[in-house]
Each structure stands twice: as C-alpha cells, then as structure tokens.
C-alpha cells in the first residue's frame, strides 16, 4: 500500500482551491448572465404591452372613422331635411 505524503496532499489542497476558485468564477458569470438575460426580457415585455396598445388603438380607429363618417352622413341628411321644410 502507498502511504500519501504531506506534499502530495498539499499538492491536492492547491489543485482543490484552484478548481473551486474555478467553479466559483463560473457561477458569478452564469450569474451575471442570468441577470442581463432577466433584464432584456423585462424590456422586451414592456415593449410588447407597447405594442399590444398600439394595435389596439389602430384596430379601433377604423371604427371611430366609420363612427364619424355616419355622423357626417346624418348629419347632412338632417340639415338637408331642415332645409327642405323651411323653404331653402
């Protein structure tokens, strides 16, 4: 049986902090990127509810236009009638 020496483990004691320190620098990135990615979605939800009031003022536009235009129709069909009776 092979006995372990002091330096052999203190080799081991190094190799083991280094791939830690390792390990750790790569969970703070993952980290950091989780955080960057979290931020673009919160703006690409904000500019979707922009959008999705956008589209919605445009599909209701239409309808106030027609709206309007009904009521221009009426209302020329009303002064044409007044006219009419009054003797224009």
Do not use: C
């Not at 190094?14 to 990615?37: M, S, T």
């Not at 673009?40 to 235009?69: G, Y």
């Not at 007044?82 to 224009?88: A, E, Y």
């Amino acid at each position: 049986m092979t006995e372990i020496t002091i330096i052999e483990i203190e080799h081991r004691l190094i190799q083991a902090e280094e791939n830690i320190k390792e390990l750790f620098a790569k969970y703070n990135g993952a980290d950091k990127n989780l955080v960057a990615v979290t931020t673009n979605l919160d703006n690409l939800l904000i500019l979707v509810k922009e959008l999705k009031s956008s589209v919605e003022a445009l599909k209701a536009r239409p309808s106030t236009i027609w709206d309007k235009f009904i009521f221009a129709l009426i209302g020329a069909a009303a002064s044409a009638v007044v006219t009419h009776f009054i003797g224009g």
